[in-house]
């Protein structure tokens, strides 16, 4: 626990918002495992300032399992913290600082357990797979993922440590960010109705993305392990227009699906397309050159790992879980099953409900739990898995 809370204590000295470098961060990880006689792969952005890394321990074989967290932190800006955000301040059996919860304890414990590790006889590998830009899209795993594909050697099973209050998670749903732009035409607010006002056009896509919505929490298919058991629609940003007695000639709203695995992203952005079809047409008459583009922006996967799968029977063993769990934010771990195929379960230390918010924390408790797990683990591939 000691060489968990020192690690922690350094990784929140880092201050890794996905729109800075995390690159000091990734150099402490594989100087730390250095001197434990592993030489880590690091995998550079094309700026090189971010980087994720790769470690193995143990036998060069297929097999073994691969602890997954990622780097980045979601910023501190607007927020009113009573501590320090990038110092880890230790207070009532509390760890507090950005990235405690949201994933920063369990890649503490994740690297202390690997460290361990290297000085067990590992029957099977263990895997430290360690991201960036997680927070804005799960984007700079895709180049780990790449190099992975091509490696002669895979692990049996992945887990993924973002916050489950150490709850089993099988299953995550499916996120595709798009932007839709609206193009009409300018012209004097006086002479509005001869113009094609591009806000208005935005906000009829709005209206058919709230019934969408709406029928989908009525009729579409439903999951209840999510605590939202349907397929959401969510606007997030709408912008347009420059002043007021200029009828805007352009707008755009960024927009997300957030998927059921029985539900398909790209068939529903099909059904909207189908539906504005007929405003585009109505406001064409008006001006010829008015229509509504999307761009998809990012999309992840999402996971849906059978609960009879063996990779939940092992963890069971592992936490002392009977139960799973489906949760409503995304992870990595979509990737890691629809990409390499390798099997994937979410368990990791501390609450989402503290995760992005002022003062946030993971419970000694918590980090203790997990720090057990992890040590269970080392056991298991010790014998062999």
Request: proline share 5%.
């Amino acid at each position: 626990m000691n060489q968990t809370v020192n690690i922690l204590d350094d990784l929140i000295g880092f201050a890794s918002v996905s729109r800075d470098p995390n690159r000091m961060l990734i150099d402490y990880v594989a100087d730390k495992l250095a001197s434990h006689g592993v030489n880590p792969v690091i995998i550079p952005d094309e700026s090189g300032k971010k980087a994720n890394l790769y470690a193995v321990t143990g036998p060069n074989i297929d097999g073994g399992v691969m602890l997954s967290g990622h780097t980045d932190v979601v910023p501190i800006d607007g927020q009113n913290w009573t501590k320090p955000a990038f110092t880890c301040t230790h207070e009532d059996g509390k760890y507090y600082g950005r990235g405690t919860a949201d994933m920063k304890g369990f890649v503490a414990s994740s690297i202390a357990s690997f460290i361990d590790a290297t000085h067990l006889e590992l029957t099977s590998p263990l895997h430290l797979a360690l991201s960036y830009d997680e927070e804005i899209g799960c984007i700079g795993v895709h180049s780990l993922i790449d190099m992975m594909g091509k490696s002669k050697y895979k692990p049996a099973f992945c887990i993924v440590g973002e916050p489950t209050e150490m709850g089993l998670a099988t299953g995550h749903k499916g996120k595709t960010a798009i932007r839709a732009d609206c193009q009409g035409r300018e012209g004097h607010s006086a002479l509005a109705p001869m113009a094609m006002n591009a806000l208005h056009l935005a906000c009829d896509l709005v209206s058919e993305i709230r019934q969408m919505q709406a029928e989908l929490a009525l009729h579409g298919q439903k999951d209840d392990d999510y605590n939202v058991p349907y397929t959401t629609m969510h606007v997030g940003r709408i912008e347009g227009g420059i002043q007021l007695n200029i009828v805007p000639n352009a707008a755009f709203i960024d927009f997300e699906i957030r998927n059921l695995a029985e539900d398909d992203p790209i068939a529903l952005l099909a059904s909207l397309k189908e539906r504005i079809t007929p405003i585009i047409q109505a406001a064409k008459k008006t001006a010829p050159e008015a229509d509504i583009q999307f761009t998809i922006t990012n999309t992840y996967p999402g996971l849906d790992t059978p609960k009879e799968a063996e990779i939940v029977s092992f963890m069971k063993l592992l936490t002392g879980n009977n139960s799973t769990i489906k949760m409503a934010f995304g992870t990595e771990g979509g990737l890691f099953s629809r990409n390499l195929g390798i099997p994937t379960v979410v368990c990791g230390p501390g609450s989402m409900d503290q995760g992005h918010k002022p003062d946030e924390f993971v419970s000694a408790e918590q980090l203790a739990q997990c720090d057990n797990m992890l040590a269970a683990l080392n056991q298991r591939l010790v014998k062999g898995i």
